[in-house]
């Protein structure tokens, strides 16, 4: 299965600023996602991404908020912007595709103050 | 749509004895289903998947589940547990035709020593 390196691992950021993510994968992969997990909650899918196309946003998750870049079929980031407090959470991407079975990176925990 | 109800939020066991840890899920498509792990402070790892064929799947560390259609359910077990088994389990299902997973709200495992 793939290997993916995610990073940065931790940050403490200003509320109004934004960090962006990034997730890189050891083979080429057609479909990448990227996933929040609230404090003590489950992981909600935010949005999906597929090279030379645009990401394809979940319900409650928009672009302005959560721009996401898909360079190539190894790399893809993740932009949170005018961060606040709420946004606060663990932020994951993945791999896979179906019954094939999903990878997770290690995962982005950010503290926004 | 597709959805996961794990019950328990949170499971204390003793050291050396069984658990289970259940998990139904709802779809109105033929489904296939993940076992995930988290450590604390780290990513999600596969525990073990159901695709089709024989009920009773085997995955790493000794952990076991078994998919019965009738009750929609997908409970993963484990006869002996130990303490290196403290993590957050969740229960994942994805349709065929569709990329995305839908994860339950994660069951805390605890084991006392």
């Known amino acids: 299965s793939a290997v993916i390196s995610q990073k940065p691992s931790r940050d403490i950021c200003q509320r109004g600023t934004s960090l962006t993510i990034q997730c890189q994968v050891d083979?080429?992969?057609?479909?990448m996602f990227w996933y929040r997990q609230q404090p003590g909650q489950s992981l909600t899918l935010i949005a999906t991404?597929?090279?030379?196309?645009?990401?394809?946003?979940e319900s409650g998750f928009v672009i302005d908020k959560f721009p996401i870049s898909r360079p190539n079929l190894t790399f893809s980031t993740l932009t949170v912007s005018n961060m606040s407090p709420e946004d606060s959470s663990i932020y994951l991407c993945?791999?896979?595709?179906?019954?094939?079975?999903?990878?997770f990176g290690s995962g982005t925990r950010l503290t926004v103050v | 749509a597709q959805s996961v109800t794990q019950l328990d939020s949170q499971v204390p066991v003793f050291e050396e004895a069984p658990v289970e840890l259940r998990c139904n899920y709802s779809?109105?498509?033929?489904?296939?289903l993940f076992w995930y792990v988290q450590y604390p402070n780290q990513g999600l790892q596969l525990l073990l998947k159901?695709?089709?064929?024989?009920?009773l799947v085997k995955g790493i560390n000794g952990f076991e589940a078994e998919f019965n259609k009738s009750q929609t359910s997908f409970h993963l077990r484990k006869p002996s547990v130990h303490i290196s088994d403290t993590a957050e389990y969740f229960c994942?299902?994805?349709?065929?035709?569709?990329?995305?997973?839908?994860f339950g709200t994660g069951t805390r495992l605890t084991i006392i020593p």
């Open positions: 993945s791999v896979g595709q179906g019954s094939y079975g999903y990878t």
């Open positions: 083979s080429q992969v057609t479909m």
């Open positions: 991404a597929n090279q030379g196309s645009e990401a394809t946003y």
């Open positions: 779809s109105s498509v033929s489904v296939y």
């Open positions: 159901y695709l089709s064929g024989s009920t």
């Open positions: 994942a299902v994805g349709n065929f035709g569709n990329e995305k997973l839908t």
